[in-house]
């Protein structure tokens, strides 16, 4: 018997890079493949849950990425560290004898990878390759967004681009150092460094077009995590006689935005948050859960209040519940973008109280 082809993923630190690479990792033969996920102390139970090995290598620090993405700061991608964490995975390959890596995130592996020359395919978001069709627009929270405002759309995406252009000309550089000092060729910009040989756009063409698509790259659609149904855990002590409204902000999100769902008024619709640890919504009409099965929420929900974040749009969109959005950072406003072009939803960023008890009145009572 040959032996078994060995598989390393490497996702983000963060709950949805690591549920959409295990949906990728279960349409992989296991007969064929012995399939390993780089260790994280949050997500390891579910990892090992599908049957997987783990393996320990350095990653960035997903606290620091966070908080620097909200400030458009990149200083988290600086040649010392990009050099710590690619010469770890360079030996992390070798020791384990890897045919073939895949990463979500994974700004260095594609330099590992050429280096041990192994096989690289890299998971993206449609708005984050070179041949996007559309435009990312400068987030709401950009210094230069108040400045854009009021001039003509052509001259602002105009302008857009420019300054993009050289964002990403600049993220590229301490790559750059690194692959002249490792003997690989250097890049145009970083949309062409975290590229893979091949390259799997995980959104609904719908929502993010492509133009020029070459063979390398191809749509996979939303690689949507269901858990097991048998979880009904939210149910509990769940009152179903009102209209209920979902509460998923992800590991991003800033639940202070939301402390006026305490007041007595919204006490006509049963919410049920998901993710908020510090218990910020208290009120009686609001059940707070550590933990829920998102899908079957959502098919009980007549509305979703959430951030944004890929994993939770398209359990929105694929049971059919508008979405109100609190954005945590610039990627996740792109989404929202998406949303509000296609209907499935708007931001709520701008939103007065005054705003919200509208907005969800219109929706629940539709």
């Known amino acids: 018997m040959a032996a078994k082809k060995i598989l390393l993923f490497f996702p983000f630190n963060l709950l949805s890079h690591y549920l959409r690479c295990l949906v990728l990792a279960d349409t992989y033969d296991k007969t064929e493949y012995s399939i390993y996920f780089i260790s994280s102390v949050s997500y390891d139970h579910f990892v090992l849950q599908h049957g997987y090995k783990t393996f320990s290598c350095q990653q960035f620090d997903v606290k620091q990425v966070m908080e620097c993405s909200k400030k458009f700061d990149f200083s988290w991608l600086n040649k010392p560290v990009l050099e710590k964490i690619m010469l770890d995975q360079v030996a992390t390959i070798k020791d384990l004898n890897a045919d073939l890596v895949i990463g979500d995130v994974a700004p260095t592996l594609k330099m590992a990878a050429a280096i041990t020359g192994t096989q690289y395919v890299s998971l993206l978001n449609g708005y984050m390759t070179r041949y996007y069709a559309l435009n990312r ?74 133009k020029n698509l070459p063979t390398s790259f191809r749509f996979v659609g939303p690689l949507v995590y269901h858990y097991p149904d048998g979880n009904n855990s939210w149910l509990t002590d769940i009152p179903l006689d009102k209209k209920v409204i979902c509460i998923s902000l992800g590991s991003t999100g800033d639940w202070t935005k939301l402390g006026f769902l305490n007041d007595s008024y919204y006490a006509k619709y049963t919410f049920v948050a998901t993710g908020d640890t510090n218990k910020v919504l208290s009120a009686a009409h609001i059940v707070s859960r550590d933990f829920v099965n998102l899908a079957q929420l959502l098919k009980r929900s007549a509305l979703m209040i959430c951030h944004g974040g890929n994993g939770t749009i398209y359990h929105g969109i694929i049971n059919k519940v508008y979405m109100l959005c609190l954005s945590s950072h610039f990627e996740q406003e792109w989404n929202i973008d998406a949303l509000e072009r296609n209907g499935y939803g708007k931001s709520a960023d701008k939103f007065t109280e005054l705003d919200w008890r509208i907005e969800i009145e219109a929706v629940v009572v539709k």
């Open 137 to 210: 627009k400068i987030s709401k929270t950009h210094f230069t967004y108040n400045l854009l405002n009021g001039l003509p759309p052509a001259i602002v995406i105009w302008l857009t681009n420019i300054g993009e252009n050289m964002s990403f000309k600049r993220i590229q550089q301490p790559f750059n150092s690194l692959r002249l000092k490792y003997g690989l060729f250097p890049l145009p910009n970083y949309l062409y460094e975290i590229e893979g040989d091949s390259s799997l756009i995980c959104d609904m063409q719908k929502l993010f077009p492509q």
